[in-house]
């Protein structure tokens, strides 16, 4: 393992960088997930890693990074008001079923939240230590990762080996509050990366109040791993936050008034991995903080307890330091159909966003969203799933806007009783388009993976699950594109 005064410097800093945060996290409210593909399968129980092998789940829109308030955030926040949180995040709820809200993972080059595997945590058990009504929750893994296509620079790919350790705790205080705290440490083998502490920080609390429910959602992720976006190796704080308030007319008819914010820093200092990107024949392409803002209505209407749907819009502004500014509105509709007990469960929410560019001579941008997921589960011991999201979001690149698709389909299995087995297909797109350049699309870039796992629980606490993945991206600027394969092992232990 290598191990250099800048990997000691950099984990310091990482640390510094979470306590300021934390000072900064509970007077406001945080919603969403990370956005930015990366190269390596998220470590068990981090942000963005899946709890159970979820074949078919795939990124979330970018607009989540811009501070939009979701119907995934808003499902938590009713969880939330409603006692019915998640016994701890990433593990099966009480009942032994993997937690229904249908939100789909940060994107990972070879990993599954394109369509990919990873094993799931132990199963579900009481609480370690109770202090009335606080219980905590310990989880741990340790995950072996095989690489052989991850990039250290544009045009430059090498193989490596990582050992990751995520310890992590997690706080139910009492049935509205949960806060998650998971550290991943990292190790590579190559001396071209530098080793990693990333931080991954969640708070989902809510309350009833005679008609009406509040409620946040909240997230940070710190991290400094190689992304798919910048070719390299990228220290990133990502900082979501998102409120909501909802008034029951009745038992049919809602109204959620939502406010949101997306934060994203990069560190540029003189010893950051990031503080330019190499592009081949070009000149060094800086990467650029963003910041979001982001507020909306939604009406909703209960058809029965099977069939929802609703109407919403909402406004925001975007500026990134040194690049672009721009207001935006978003409006869509959205169905979901659930019915208990039953075998197929559906949601959809599809609109239009516009954006509007602040000192620029680039026209409007109009661009169709869109979040869909289906579960269809013809046996108890089978799985069938397929999600699709679309969005917009600021580029981490100076006066760029991304346009990105995702589309996953999986099957998990349950076989012989005890041993889970999933297999995974996604593809991704993502359009970067020049604000400077009348919105002429300077990248394009095109992703396939596919993925198996195998995972078993055993002594009650205790989970192991191996998986491989191969996956590919075709671009049309020179070094972005890759072939890879990762196969790897998780061993995970939850009480």
Same mark, same amino acid.
């Given at each position: 393992?290598?191990?250099?005064?800048?990997?000691?410097?950099?984990? =310091?800093?990482?640390?510094?960088?979470?306590?300021?945060?934390?000072?900064?996290?509970?007077?406001?409210?945080?919603?969403?997930?990370?956005?930015?593909?990366?190269?390596?399968?998220?470590?068990?129980?981090?942000?963005?890693?899946?709890?159970?092998?979820?074949?078919?789940?795939?990124?979330?829109?970018?607009?989540?990074?811009?501070?939009?308030?979701?119907?995934?955030?808003?499902?938590?926040?009713?969880?939330?008001?409603?006692?019915?949180?998640?016994?701890?995040?990433?593990?099966?709820?009480?009942?032994?079923?993997?937690?229904?809200?249908?939100?789909?993972?940060?994107?990972?080059?070879?990993?599954?939240?394109? =369509?990919?595997?990873?094993?799931? *945590?132990?199963?579900?058990?009481?609480?370690?230590?109770?202090?009335?009504?606080?219980?905590?929750?310990?989880?741990?893994?340790?995950?072996?990762?095989?690489?052989?296509?991850?990039?250290?620079?544009?045009?430059?790919?090498?193989?490596?080996?990582?050992?990751?350790? &995520?310890?992590?705790?997690?706080?139910?205080?009492?049935?509205?509050?949960?806060?998650?705290?998971?550290?991943?440490?990292?190790?590579?083998?190559?001396?071209?990366?530098?080793?990693?502490?990333?931080?991954?920080?969640?708070?989902?609390?809510?309350?009833?109040?005679?008609?009406?429910?509040?409620?946040?959602?909240?997230?940070?992720?710190?991290?400094?791993?190689?992304?798919?976006?910048?070719?390299?190796?990228?220290?990133?704080?990502?900082?979501?936050?998102?409120?909501?308030?909802?008034?029951?007319?009745?038992?049919?008819?809602?109204?959620?008034?939502?406010?949101?914010?997306?934060?994203?820093?990069?560190?540029?200092?003189?010893?950051?991995?990031?503080?330019?990107?190499?592009?081949?024949?070009?000149?060094?392409?800086?990467? &650029?903080?963003?910041?979001?803002?982001?507020?909306?209505?939604?009406?909703?209407?209960?058809?029965?307890?099977?069939?929802?749907?609703?109407?919403?819009?909402?406004?925001?502004?975007?500026?990134?330091?040194?690049?672009?500014?721009?207001?935006?509105?978003?409006?869509?509709?959205?169905?979901?159909?659930?019915?208990?007990?039953?075998?197929?469960?559906?949601?959809?929410?599809?609109?239009?966003?516009?954006?509007?560019?602040?000192?620029?001579?680039?026209?409007?941008?109009?661009?169709?969203?869109? &979040?869909? =997921?289906?579960?269809?589960?013809?046996?108890?011991?089978?799985?069938?799933?397929?999600?699709?999201?679309?969005?917009?979001?600021?580029?981490?690149?100076?006066?760029?806007?991304?346009?990105?698709?995702?589309?996953?389909?999986?099957?998990?299995?349950?076989?012989?009783?005890?041993?889970?087995?999933?297999?995974?297909?996604?593809?991704?797109?993502?359009?970067?388009?020049?604000?400077?350049?009348?919105?002429?699309?300077?990248?394009?870039?095109?992703?396939?993976?596919?993925?198996?796992? *195998?995972?078993?629980?055993?002594?009650?606490?205790?989970?192991?699950?191996?998986?491989?993945?191969?996956?590919?991206?075709?671009?049309?600027?020179?070094?972005?594109?890759?072939?890879?394969?990762?196969?790897?092992?998780?061993?995970?232990?939850?009480?």
């Amino acid at each position: 393992m290598y191990l250099d005064g800048r990997t000691r410097l950099r984990l =310091g800093t990482a640390s510094s960088r979470l306590s300021r945060w934390l000072a900064v996290l509970f007077p406001f409210s945080i919603a969403g997930t990370l956005w930015g593909q990366g190269y390596l399968v998220p470590p068990q129980g981090f942000q963005g890693a899946p709890a159970v092998p979820s074949m078919g789940t795939v990124s979330p829109p970018t607009g989540q990074r811009g501070g939009q308030v979701d119907n995934q955030t808003i499902g938590r926040i009713n969880d939330a008001a409603n006692g019915e949180l998640e016994t701890t995040p990433g593990q099966p709820n009480a009942n032994g079923t993997a937690p229904a809200n249908g939100e789909a993972n940060a994107p990972t080059e070879g990993s599954s939240s394109e =369509g990919g595997v990873t094993p799931p *945590l132990a199963a579900p058990v009481n609480a370690l230590m109770r202090w009335g009504a606080v219980n905590v929750h310990l989880h741990a893994a340790y995950q072996f990762l095989y690489d052989s296509g991850v990039h250290v620079a544009p045009g430059i790919s090498t193989i490596t080996y990582t050992h990751t350790l &995520t310890p992590g705790l997690t706080m139910n205080l009492g049935p509205h509050v949960m806060l998650d705290y998971t550290p991943a440490i990292r190790f590579y083998s190559q001396k071209d990366f530098h080793n990693t502490v990333d931080h991954s920080l969640n708070l989902n609390g809510g309350f009833h109040y005679g008609d009406w429910s509040f409620g946040t959602s909240q997230s940070l992720v710190i991290s400094d791993e190689p992304l798919v976006e910048t070719s390299a190796q990228t220290a990133t704080t990502i900082y979501s936050a998102g409120v909501a308030a909802i008034y029951s007319a009745n038992d049919k008819l809602s109204l959620t008034t939502s406010a949101g914010v997306g934060l994203v820093f990069v560190d540029n200092s003189i010893n950051s991995t990031n503080s330019g990107v190499p592009i081949p024949g070009q000149q060094l392409q800086p990467v &650029t903080d963003s910041q979001s803002y982001n507020g909306g209505e939604r009406l909703n209407y209960k058809f029965g307890d099977t069939l929802s749907c609703g109407l919403g819009v909402s406004f925001g502004y975007t500026e990134q330091n040194g690049g672009f500014r721009s207001i935006n509105g978003t409006y869509d509709a959205n169905v979901t159909w659930r019915r208990p007990a039953s075998k197929l469960s559906a949601s959809i929410s599809a609109g239009f966003q516009q954006n509007i560019f602040l000192d620029s001579n680039a026209s409007d941008l109009w661009s169709p969203i869109y &979040t869909a =997921g289906v579960t269809y589960r013809p046996f108890e011991q089978t799985s069938l799933s397929m999600s699709a999201t679309r969005g917009t979001a600021a580029s981490l690149f100076a006066n760029q806007i991304t346009e990105a698709t995702s589309v996953g389909f999986g099957v998990q299995q349950r076989v012989l009783g005890h041993l889970n087995l999933s297999f995974g297909l996604g593809y991704t797109a993502a359009d970067y388009k020049s604000v400077t350049s009348g919105l002429k699309t300077q990248r394009s870039d095109d992703g396939m993976s596919y993925s198996v796992g *195998l995972s078993l629980p055993f002594l009650q606490h205790c989970s192991f699950g191996t998986f491989y993945t191969y996956s590919q991206n075709t671009s049309n600027a020179i070094g972005f594109g890759y072939s890879n394969n990762q196969a790897g092992a998780t061993l995970s232990w939850a009480y």
